[in-house]
C-alpha cells in the first residue's frame, strides 16, 4: 500500500511538471509566433499601404513607423512571455511588479537622460518632423538618415561617416527634404557691367536649363532673380534662386554657374578676380588725381 502511495505521488509531481513545463514550451512557442507574425504581417500592411500612398513623404513616414512598430512589438511579446513563463515557474508577480516600480522610479533619478531620449523621440515622430532616408541637420551634424528609433538616430553625411545622435539631444531639426527645396545661386560681374543685361542672360540660361531632358524634371518653376545683392570689393553679387524638387538642389546649383559661365564669355561679361586700385595719398586742396596703379591678384 505504502508502495502504491509513493507511486502515486510520484506520478502526481512528474504529471505537474510535466503540465509546468508543457505551459512553459507552449508560452514560448507562442511568444516566437508572435514575433514571427510581427515581422511578416507588419511589411505586408506597409506594402499595402505604399501602394496606395502617392506622396514619397508618406512613404518614408510609413517606413519609419513600421521599424518602430515592429520593435515595440518585439519588446511587449518578449516582456509578456517572460512574465508568464515566471508565473508558470511559481514567482509571483505581484511583489516583482512592485519592486520594479519603486526600482523604476529609483532607476529613474539616474537615466534621465535615457528616458528623455525615449521621450523626444516618440515626440519626433509622432510630430512628422523626421523620416528614414531624408535630409537633415540636427545637433550641429547634418547627412542622410539611415535609421530611426526612439534612442537615436543615425546619420551619415557626404564623406560617409556615420553619426549616433541621442533622440534627447535633438533641439532643432533642419530637413531639406520636405516638399521643395531652393538652390541659391549669388554670381559676380564686373562694376562696369549692365546689371539688366546681366539678368537677361541669367534668365536665357535658366530657360535652357529648363529644356534639358536631365535638368527640366528637377525645376518646378523659372528662375527667381532678387537682383543686386551686395557691392563686394570687385564685384557686384547678384543672387537667384530655383525652386527643385526635395535634395536636387545641390545638382542644380552646380550646373547652373557652369552655364552661366559660358553665357557671360559669349556676350563678353565680365566676371571679375579680386584686384585693388591704388591711389597717391593728396590733400584735400589739391583734389583727386588719376590712379597710380591698379594690382590684381
Not at 500500500?1 to 509513493?6: F, G, Q, S, T
Not at 547627412?143 to 557626404?158: F, K, M
Not at 527643385?244 to 552646380?254: A, N
Request: hydrophobic share 45%.
Amino acid at each position: 500500500m505504502d508502495v502504491l502511495l509513493k507511486f502515486a505521488g510520484e506520478f502526481i509531481d512528474w504529471n505537474q511538471s510535466a503540465g509546468v513545463m508543457l505551459r512553459i514550451a507552449v508560452i514560448l512557442l507562442v511568444a516566437w509566433g508572435g514575433l514571427l507574425l510581427s515581422r511578416r504581417v507588419i511589411p505586408a500592411l506597409e506594402w499595402q499601404m505604399h501602394r496606395r500612398a502617392r506622396d514619397p513623404e508618406q512613404i518614408k513616414r510609413l517606413d519609419t513607423f513600421g521599424r518602430v512598430l515592429r520593435y515595440l512589438l518585439g519588446v511587449a511579446i518578449s516582456v509578456l512571455a517572460g512574465m508568464l513563463v515566471l508565473a508558470e515557474l511559481g514567482v509571483t508577480i505581484a511583489p516583482l511588479l512592485a519592486s520594479a516600480g519603486v526600482l523604476g522610479i529609483a532607476v529613474g533619478f539616474g537615466a534621465q537622460s535615457l528616458i528623455k531620449d525615449y521621450f523626444n523621440g516618440l515626440f519626433l515622430l509622432l510630430e512628422d518632423q523626421i523620416h528614414q532616408g531624408d535630409v537633415v541637420e540636427i545637433a550641429g551634424k547634418g547627412g542622410l538618415v539611415e535609421e530611426i528609433t526612439l534612442r537615436y538616430i543615425r546619420l551619415r553625411d557626404y564623406e560617409g561617416s556615420v553619426h549616433f545622435i541621442p533622440s534627447g539631444e535633438v533641439t532643432t531639426v533642419t530637413n531639406r527634404s520636405r516638399g521643395f527645396g531652393y538652390a541659391v545661386i549669388d554670381a559676380g560681374v564686373s562694376y562696369r557691367e549692365d546689371v539688366e543685361e546681366v539678368f537677361s542672360v541669367m534668365r536665357e540660361v535658366a530657360a535652357d536649363m529648363r529644356k534639358d531632358e536631365a535638368l527640366a524634371p528637377l525645376i518646378l518653376d523659372d528662375i527667381e532673380i532678387a537682383g543686386v545683392d551686395a557691392w563686394t570689393d570687385s564685384a557686384v553679387i547678384v543672387r537667384s534662386r530655383f525652386r527643385v524638387l526635395p535634395l536636387q538642389q545641390w545638382i542644380v546649383k552646380r550646373a547652373f554657374p557652369q552655364r552661366l559661365k559660358k553665357g557671360f564669355d559669349q556676350r563678353g561679361i565680365e566676371i571679375p578676380f579680386p584686384h585693388l586700385t591704388v591711389f597717391r595719398g593728396d590733400s584735400k586742396r589739391e583734389g583727386a588725381r588719376a590712379p597710380q596703379q591698379t594690382l590684381s591678384g
